[in-house]
């Protein structure tokens, strides 16, 4: 299997942004673009990935969906002696789905899970992306990868080895400060594709573009 980027490449921090942030095709258009102009200075290759999650909580919803339908028909009788059993079991079947969807739509049982748990799922989400777009062979090891899952609130700059060798994760680190002050303000596209400006005015300090730069890898953002 190929190398993954060297720990120290990697910074991470805890995205405390609300809303949905899941792209649309304007929001993909504007780091798309965004992406095109920073790779005209550089020799570097830049990907985007936004989530919606990127760790898997349906088996905690369905726990919980089973709980609730299982406490409906516990204490339905109590308050409905005279409804019969079918009436109790759809209705209690009916709750249960109700709260399957809605855990499983909002993410509610990933808040369940220690925080510890979700970034580790998050950080390996991360470092597949990486390797499933084969940022970790092109022919300078100077691609980077700014990862992006919302249910889990985090955000992780990965850059390949011969780029994290040049630029300090301090450099990093404020990149993505400043992502999250700026989804604060102006949502995730804008952010991401501010951040892509940043990421790419590092690059082309460290990797300028020659005459022969060709683009070898997507800049559509990556949402699945």
Same mark, same amino acid.
């Given at each position: ?57 349906? +088996? ?48 509610? +049982? ?76 102006? +949502? ?37």
């Amino acid at each position: 299997m190929a190398a993954v980027p060297a720990a120290g490449s990697a910074v991470a921090a805890a995205l405390r942004a609300s809303g949905e942030i899941m792209l649309n095709a304007n929001d993909s258009a504007l780091i798309e673009q965004a992406i095109v102009t920073a790779e005209k200075g550089t020799r570097s290759e830049i990907m985007i990935c936004v989530l919606r999650a990127s760790s898997v909580d349906r +088996g905690i919803a369905g726990i919980v969906a089973m709980m609730a339908a299982g406490l409906v028909l516990a204490l339905l009788p109590g308050f409905q002696p005279e409804a019969d059993i079918w009436l109790q079991s759809g209705l209690s079947a009916a709750i249960g789905l109700a709260v399957f969807l809605l855990v499983d739509r909002f993410d509610l +049982g990933l808040k369940l899970l220690p925080g510890s748990l979700t970034a580790r799922h998050s950080r390996r989400a991360a470092r597949t992306v990486f390797l499933d777009h084969d940022l970790d062979s092109t022919p300078e090891r100077n691609a980077v990868l700014l990862f992006v899952s919302h249910a889990e609130r985090y955000v992780e700059i990965l850059a390949d080895r011969g780029l994290a060798a040049e630029v300090p994760q301090e450099r990093w680190a404020k990149v993505i400060a400043a992502f999250r002050e700026t989804a604060r303000r102006k +949502g995730v596209a804008h952010a991401a594709a501010d951040a892509v400006v940043h990421i790419g005015a590092i690059c082309a300090e460290k990797f300028p573009a020659v005459a022969d730069n060709p683009d070898l890898r997507p800049n559509r953002p990556i949402t699945e």
